[in-house]
């Protein structure tokens, strides 16, 4: 017997051995799954709230609530849960653990890094109005700048987290990430990022971005498509003043517009499909997979795509793209600003897994920047 006969065959017979003690192994354990790991998350959280921490964060799976949640900063709509900024610093780290046990790595830097940005975006707003004293003066524009915090986003918990089915929020000025958990699986619809500004532009953190990506995959595609298709997704020289579906508005989009994804070339459909990722991939990877598998049961080819706008990533744009089961829209609202939602159709909120249909609330904006308004001349006084 050669010497190559022999050590294969012993790289087979332990190749074997470890495979059958893995198969032992497997039938005792297996690894916790994304639905497990975050009951486990939220668990730990609510055992450190005390009994009025407790009545502010928790509700029932029925409540509106969950549908009652905002971009808008906190001095201009108030949603119901918990602050941040009335935590202590066990219980942060708790809620960031939460948002890792939830999201992707991806997903959870850009979470984190949107509340963060509120900080910045106060020393912002207060260098301009030391250099404004008509602006300083204004009890609006001061209220504004005091009250961007990375503690005013507010934690909410709806049923019991370890059930068969509960669900959660975090939501603040430009995030909302809204998940349900029913039956091991996860939804992760509507979530809502922002970040203002786009890219910090002076100072110690000048050239950091949020959301580096969510602009650039759409002018990719867009830049792409031929003379014709062009013509075909572009919709409108105007950009619409946000988001069509955002908080309080949804299924306001009656009808599919556009450009069908089915008369994409395979290198312009890779290019959707980059589109899409960048979105589904800001959740845990099994939460992501599954949302991935239920677009493509519903059909790649079923998806359209629509701009609004100039094409030019250095200017204010919109995109959107819209199928059956998903719904991206991403709008530049100026040259340093953006907004972006994700929502399933059928299923946001798990509606389709719970049987159970939530109201969304939210004013107008014109609403809420007269209470604003008001709430602001309440604290500073008219002036």
């Not at 958990?181 to 809502?192: A, I, Q």
């Not at 990022?193 to 002076?202: I, K, R, Y």
């Not at 059928?346 to 007269?370: F, M, S, V």
């Amino acid at each position: 017997m050669s010497r190559i006969t022999i050590f294969a065959q012993y790289n087979y017979s332990v190749l074997a051995a470890l495979f059958c003690l893995a198969l032992a192994f497997n039938s005792h354990a297996h690894p916790a799954s994304n639905a497990e790991h975050m009951s486990q998350a939220a668990q730990s959280l609510i055992a450190t709230l005390d009994a009025e921490q407790r009545e502010s964060a928790l509700a029932s799976l029925d409540s509106d609530d969950r549908g009652t949640w905002s971009n808008l900063p906190i001095l201009m709509m108030h949603t119901p849960g918990l602050l941040v900024e009335d935590m202590n610093d066990e219980q942060r780290k708790a809620l960031h653990a939460l948002l890792r046990a939830s999201m992707s790595s991806q997903g959870y830097g850009k979470a984190a890094s949107i509340m963060w940005l509120d900080d910045v975006l106060r020393d912002i707003e207060h260098r301009s109005l030391d250099v404004d004293p008509e602006a300083a003066e204004n009890p609006f524009r001061q209220a504004m700048a005091d009250t961007r915090s990375s503690g005013n986003y507010a934690l909410a918990f709806y049923g019991e987290p370890g059930d068969d089915n509960w669900g959660w929020k975090l939501t603040g000025h430009h995030l909302a990430a809204n998940f349900t958990v029913s039956e091991g699986r996860v939804s992760f619809t509507p979530t809502f990022l922002g970040s203002n500004p786009m890219a910090v532009e002076s100072g110690p953190y000048a050239g950091r971005m949020v959301l580096p990506h969510e602009g650039q995959r759409g002018i990719d595609l867009m830049q792409s498509l031929s003379a014709d298709q062009e013509k075909t997704a572009l919709l409108d020289p105007e950009v619409p003043a946000d988001i069509f579906e955002g908080p309080g508005r949804r299924a306001s989009l009656s009808k599919f517009e556009g450009l069908r994804a089915g008369d994409l070339s395979d290198d312009q459909m890779r290019l959707l499909r980059i589109l899409v990722l960048e979105y589904t991939g800001n959740v845990d990877h099994e939460a992501a997979a599954a949302q991935l598998e239920i677009i493509e049961k519903a059909g790649w080819d079923e998806l359209w795509f629509s701009w609004r706008g100039p094409v030019d990533a250095t200017k204010a744009f919109y995109y959107r793209v819209h199928g059956p089961r998903l719904l991206i829209e991403y709008t530049r609202q100026n040259e340093n600003h953006d907004h972006s939602i994700m929502r399933d159709p059928e299923n946001d909120y798990g509606e389709d897994w719970l049987e159970h249909h939530y109201k969304e609330h939210h004013p107008t904006l014109q609403q809420a920047i007269q209470d604003g308004r008001r709430r602001a001349e309440e604290e500073f006084g008219q002036k």
